[in-house]
C-alpha cells in the first residue's frame, strides 16, 4: 500500500481523535499538579479547585471528599458551600443539598450581593424542585427571576410549568406574560402561551395571543400562525371564522418565494392548507 495511504490515515486518526481525551488529559494533569501543591500546603481554596476538577472528570465522589475537607478547614468558606450542595445534588442527596445549600444562602443573604443572591435562590430552588417541594421551589424560582436584570426565557418557562401544575392556568398566563414584557415579546414564550391557553381551553386568550404575534408575522410564520389560529377557532366552535382565516393562510403562503417551496417546512405548510 502506498505511504501517502498510511500517512493519510495517521493524520485522520491525529485530528479526529475525540476531543474529550485531550481534555480528560489536561484535567488529570491539573489533577497531580493540585496533589502536589496540596502535599506541602492544604488550604480550602486549593481542595475546592481540586473538587471541581474532579467534578468536570465526572468522579462525584472525590469532588464530595475535596470539599467536605474544606469546609472542615473553613465551614463558611462560600464557594464550598456552594459547590458542595450542587454536588450533593447531582448525586441526589437532597437533605445533605438542602442543609448546604441552606447554609450558602444564609451567608449570603447579609452580604445583599444580587448577583450571588441569585445564585442560591436559583440553587434551592433546584433542590426543591428535585425533592419533589412545589411550593417552595416556585418561591425561590421567583426570587431568583426578580434578581435578574434579563432572565433567559428558559428560566421564567420552567417558573411557568411549576405554577402550571400547582396553581394552574392563570397563575402561569400571568407569569409568562410577565416575561413577554421583559423579553420584548419573546417567540418561544409567546408559542408556550398559546399551547397553555388552548390546554386550559382558554381559547380567547389563545387567539389573542396570535392575533398579537400575527401583527409582525410574514413568510413562513405568518403561514404557521394562521392555521394555528384555524385551528383554535375550529375548537371554539367558529367553523365560518376558521374558514376565512384558512384562505387567509392560503393567501399567506401563495405569497412565499418560489425558491422556498421545496423545504421539508414548507411542502409540511403545502400539506396542511390541503
Known amino acids: 500500500m502506498p505511504l501517502f495511504h498510511y500517512l493519510s490515515v495517521a ?5 479526529t ?17 493540585l496533589n502536589r501543591q496540596l502535599e506541602q500546603t492544604e488550604t480550602a481554596d486549593l481542595l475546592l479547585k481540586r473538587a471541581r476538577l474532579w467534578r468536570e472528570d465526572g468522579n462525584l ?3 464530595m471528599q475535596d470539599i467536605e475537607s474544606a469546609l472542615v478547614l473553613d465551614p463558611n468558606h462560600g464557594d464550598a458551600l456552594f459547590w458542595g450542595a450542587k454536588t450533593a445534588l447531582d448525586q441526589q442527596h437532597l437533605p445533605k443539598a438542602d442543609a448546604l445549600a441552606t447554609r450558602f444562602f444564609t451567608q449570603v443573604k447579609l452580604q445583599q450581593n444580587a448577583g450571588t443572591l441569585s445564585r442560591a435562590h436559583r440553587l434551592l430552588a433546584d433542590i426543591h424542585r428535585a425533592a419533589n417541594d412545589p411550593e417552595r421551589a416556585i ?15 428558559d428560566s421564567w418557562l420552567e417558573l411557568a410549568e411549576l405554577l402550571l401544575q400547582q396553581q394552574g392556568f392563570n397563575a402561569a398566563r400571568l407569569i409568562l406574560q410577565q416575561a413577554l414584557r421583559k423579553s420584548a415579546g419573546n417567540t418561544v414564550i409567546q408559542q408556550r402561551l398559546v399551547e397553555m391557553a388552548i390546554s386550559a381551553r382558554a381559547y380567547p386568550v389563545a387567539l389573542e395571543m396570535l392575533d398579537q404575534q400575527l ?5 413562513i ?38 425558491n422556498r417551496r421545496n423545504l421539508p417546512a414548507v411542502r409540511q405548510l403545502q400539506q396542511q392548507l390541503q
Open 11 to 15: 493524520f485522520f486518526l491525529l485530528v
Open 215 to 219: 401583527l409582525n408575522a410574514v413568510a
Open 17 to 33: 481523535w475525540p476531543v474529550h481525551l485531550s481534555a480528560h488529559g489536561d484535567i488529570h494533569q491539573q489533577i497531580a499538579m
Open 221 to 258: 410564520r405568518k403561514v404557521n400562525l394562521l392555521l394555528q389560529k384555524m385551528e383554535v377557532l375550529n375548537l371554539q366552535g367558529e367553523m365560518e371564522q376558521a374558514q376565512r382565516v384558512h384562505r387567509l393562510a392560503k393567501a399567506a403562503f401563495a405569497q412565499l418565494p418560489a
Open 139 to 153: 418561591h425561590h424560582w421567583q426570587q431568583y427571576l426578580a434578581l435578574q436584570s434579563s432572565p433567559d426565557p
Open 61 to 63: 465522589p472525590a469532588a
